[in-house]
């Protein structure tokens, strides 16, 4: 079993920072690429950005330029640094990971969220 625990989420004035965090544990032998989404209130989930194993990064549009992915893969977590933030980018955020827990086995896992309200 794999565990996404992730951190770092609250309330923010407009313009201001967060730093999200997202520790994997559990029984893994190889985490592939990782993620962030979101998920607003009468929204459906949809993608902020993503990591590769090789640190190769995407991210959606709406971010560009104002949110930096990136992963310690040393200790199984990966960051979302988000900047400028904006009311529109008030959300849970959930953490994804990519994660093969056996040589014949492989799948997706999700953390349980983190709240950032963005608001003055």
């Known amino acids: 079993q794999v565990q996404l625990v992730e951190s770092g989420g609250g309330l923010v004035q407009p313009g201001g920072s967060l730093r999200l965090a997202c520790a994997a544990s559990g029984s893994i032998v190889r985490l592939n690429a990782m993620g962030w989404y979101r998920q607003a209130p009468g929204k459906q989930r949809e993608l902020v950005a993503t990591?590769?194993?090789?640190?190769?990064?995407n991210y959606a549009d709406f971010v560009k330029g104002r949110f930096t992915i990136s992963r310690d893969s040393a200790n199984n977590t990966a960051y979302l640094q988000m900047d400028r933030l904006k009311p529109e980018d008030t959300a849970v955020y959930y953490c994804?990971?990519?994660?093969?827990?056996?040589?014949?086995?492989?799948?997706?896992?999700w953390g349980q969220g983190t709240q950032v309200t963005v608001s003055s």
């Open positions: 990591i590769t194993s090789g640190d190769s990064t």
């Open positions: 994804n990971a990519d994660v093969r827990t056996s040589l014949f086995r492989r799948r997706e896992y």
